[in-house]
């Protein structure tokens, strides 16, 4: 079955980066994207980028520009989400999601990971 | 960047209810806008996609239509496990962007 698995919390402090994984089983992981989308607290979803691990072709809301990157490993599908210069508004909880796609279908996120808290605080 | 409207923001319903809520593009999006489930503390999951196609698993309750800009979601008898929120999302066009969600408590 299909399975994302994410790293554990992470709590940093403004100005420093975090890295969060996302380990795929259950597919054939270069036959499909993982799109990046977080949750600030009692807030609603926010896009953040997502990348095609076919190719590695991303692309990061506009927000993000320059602050993350999203990096994927195939040999041992995983994926990352690296968040840089870190503010106490990126508190949120981070999920990763498998991007599936169709003709006339447009993406469309199957499965998600369970979730990575990260507290930014000094 | 494509806003994404919902309403109402929340909704009080009780079990067996029909309800519906919208969702609303700010420009046109063909069929490219997805319905996800959110219970408090989980993962998203998945419930249509494509505007009206239902996500495998997920049960004959729930459907979805529209095109263009005004989409809808459709509980037909709404049953516990259903109190939850709801988010459209369109693919359409980079940045994908989410509804603000409709919470549905119950009555």
């Known amino acids: 079955q299909v399975q994302l698995d994410q790293s554990g919390a992470e709590v940093k402090k403004p100005g420093a980066s975090v890295k969060v994984s996302c380990k795929a089983s259950g597919y054939t992981f270069a036959n499909y994207g993982i799109t990046w989308v977080r949750q600030a607290p009692g807030q609603g979803l926010e896009w953040m980028g997502w990348?095609?691990?076919?190719?590695?072709?991303?692309n990061y809301a506009q927000k993000f520009q320059g602050r993350v990157t999203m990096p994927t490993d195939t040999s041992t599908s995983t994926a990352y989400m690296e968040l840089r210069s870190l503010r106490s508004d990126d508190t949120a909880v981070y999920y990763c999601?498998?991007?599936?796609?169709?003709?006339?279908?447009?993406?469309?996120?199957?499965?998600w990971g369970q979730g990575t808290l990260v507290t930014v605080s000094s | 960047d494509i806003q994404m409207t919902q309403s109402p923001s929340s909704l009080s319903a009780s079990v067996g209810d029909r309800v519906t809520f919208t969702c609303r593009a700010s420009q046109s999006i063909v069929n490219y806008l997805n319905w996800y489930q959110q219970k408090p503390g989980k993962a998203p999951n998945l419930l249509i996609y494509a505007a009206s196609i239902l996500e495998s698993g997920v049960p004959s309750r729930f459907s979805g239509s529209g095109y263009g800009t005004d989409f809808t979601l459709t509980i037909s008898g709404l049953q516990p496990e259903d109190f939850a929120t709801y988010y459209c999302q369109q693919s359409y066009s980079h940045p994908q962007t989410f509804g603000q969600g409709t919470k549905v408590d119950i009555k």
């Open positions: 999601a498998r991007v599936s796609r169709g003709y006339g279908y447009g993406f469309y996120f199957d499965f």
């Open positions: 990348i095609s691990a076919f190719n590695g072709d991303t």
